[in-house]
C-alpha cells in the first residue's frame, strides 16, 4: 500500500539519549516534512526538504536535525533529548505545490 | 506571511444536523487551502482542498468548503452529521515558499446521536 511509514510506533526516551526517527515513503514525492503535534498549539513544522540533497529549517528547528540522502527516507534525529521534545511526530510528503499532504501514523516520543 | 485562525477548538452537533466548521486565513500571496481530518491516534488525512479553480470545493464523506477570498474565509461544511464524522478537523494555507503549509489549531467535532 503506498504511504509513509513511521517508526517506531511510540518510545520512550531518557533526556539526553540520541535518537532517531524514521520517515519512508513510497509514493516518489519530491517533497518531504516533519511536524509535532502538541494539545493546544497544533501543528509546527520542524524541517523540510523539497527534494533529495536538500533540506531547511522550519518553525522550531531548534533540537533537531535531517538528512536526505534519497527520495524515499526523511530521518529526524534528536542529538540529545530534553522533555520539551514529548510530543507526537508526524512526517508527511507532497508532491507539489497544491497538491496536499499524505501523512504517516505519528511517532509517539516521551522523553523523562 | 501565512496564517490560519479556526474559530471555536470544540463544536458539538446532533447526528443529522448541519457541520459548520469556521476558517480564515491570511496570506500575501494566492493561496492554497486545505481540510484535513484526523481521527484519534492516527495521522491526518486530506479531505479537500482549493487551488484556485472552483470556489467550491466538494472532498470525501460528504464534506464540502467554500472559498470566499473578500472574507479570508475557508469553512468546511456537511449537511448531515453522522457519528463516524466525530474527530479533529485541520484547515491548512499554503501556496508560499514551497508548499510548506500552515496548519491551525484545529476544532474537535463532537456528534451527539
Known amino acids: 500500500i503506498a504511504g509513509i511509514t513511521q517508526a517506531p510506533t511510540s518510545q520512550i526516551l531518557a533526556a539526553g539519549r540520541r535518537m532517531t526517527l524514521r520517515c519512508t515513503q513510497d509514493m516518489r514525492h519530491n517533497a518531504m516534512y516533519w511536524y509535532r503535534q502538541d494539545l493546544g498549539l497544533g501543528l509546527r513544522l520542524i524541517h523540510y526538504s523539497n527534494t533529495a540533497g536538500t533540506t531547511g529549517k522550519g518553525e522550531v528547528p531548534d533540537g533537531y536535525s535531517v538528512s536526505r540522502a534519497n527520495t524515499d527516507d526523511f530521518p529526524l534525529t534528536l542529538a540529545s533529548a530534553v522533555p520539551s521534545q514529548t510530543s507526537v511526530y508526524f512526517c508527511a510528503s507532497s508532491p507539489g505545490q497544491g497538491l496536499g499532504y499524505t501523512f504517516g501514523s505519528g511517532t509517539r516520543l516521551t522523553v523523562v | 506571511a501565512q496564517s490560519v485562525t479556526q474559530l471555536g477548538s470544540h463544536v458539538s452537533v446532533s447526528e443529522g444536523a448541519l457541520v459548520l466548521l469556521r476558517c480564515n486565513y491570511s496570506?500575501?500571496?494566492?493561496?492554497?487551502l486545505f481540510w484535513y481530518v484526523q481521527y484519534p491516534n492516527q495521522g491526518l488525512q486530506l479531505l479537500l482542498k482549493y487551488t484556485s479553480a472552483a470556489t467550491l470545493v466538494k472532498g470525501i464523506n460528504g464534506f464540502e468548503a467554500e472559498f470566499k477570498k473578500s472574507e479570508t474565509s475557508f469553512h468546511l461544511t456537511k449537511p448531515s452529521a453522522h457519528m463516524s464524522d466525530a474527530a479533529e478537523y485541520f484547515c491548512?494555507?499554503?501556496?508560499?515558499?514551497?508548499?510548506?503549509?500552515?496548519f491551525g489549531p484545529g476544532t474537535s467535532l463532537s456528534v451527539i446521536p
Open positions: 496570506s500575501s500571496v494566492p493561496p492554497y
Open positions: 491548512a494555507v499554503g501556496g508560499g515558499s514551497y508548499d510548506k503549509v500552515i
